[in-house]
Nanobody, 116 residues
């Protein structure tokens, strides 16, 4: 199973970021998983943004909750991240991650640059 994030490239401040995470080479068939989004600003460590559980429940970092929505479409093998009102400090590499009982899958990450 491989995960691949979409490539939004350059986004302007105040715009909305929409990312997809596509599963290929298989399907997430387990009934226990957490599908997360993580980001890494330049020169800083990984920051967990939020996750959607197998149940459909969502969890968000308190600092990002007001601007972030995470969802998924299991039938399409796709996960989604939407973040509103982007700021320059949202610049970084964005990664998706799926954790099951036995495995952890990572996407390779996609660069998001917020600049006017």
């Amino acid at each position: 199973v491989q995960l691949q994030e979409s490539c939004p490239g350059l986004v302007k401040p105040s715009q909305t970021l929409s990312l997809t995470c596509t599963v290929s080479g298989g399907s997430i068939t387990t009934n226990y998983y957490y599908w997360s989004w993580i980001r890494q600003p330049p020169g800083k460590g990984l920051e967990w943004m939020g996750a959607i559980a197998y149940s459909g429940s969502t969890y968000y970092s308190p600092s990002l909750e007001s601007r972030t929505t995470i969802s998924r479409d299991i039938a399409k093998n796709m996960g989604y991240l939407q973040m509103n009102n982007l700021k320059p400090e949202d610049t970084g590499v964005y990664l998706c991650n799926i954790v099951t009982r036995t495995r952890t899958y990572w996407g390779q990450g996609t660069q998001v640059t917020v600049s006017s």
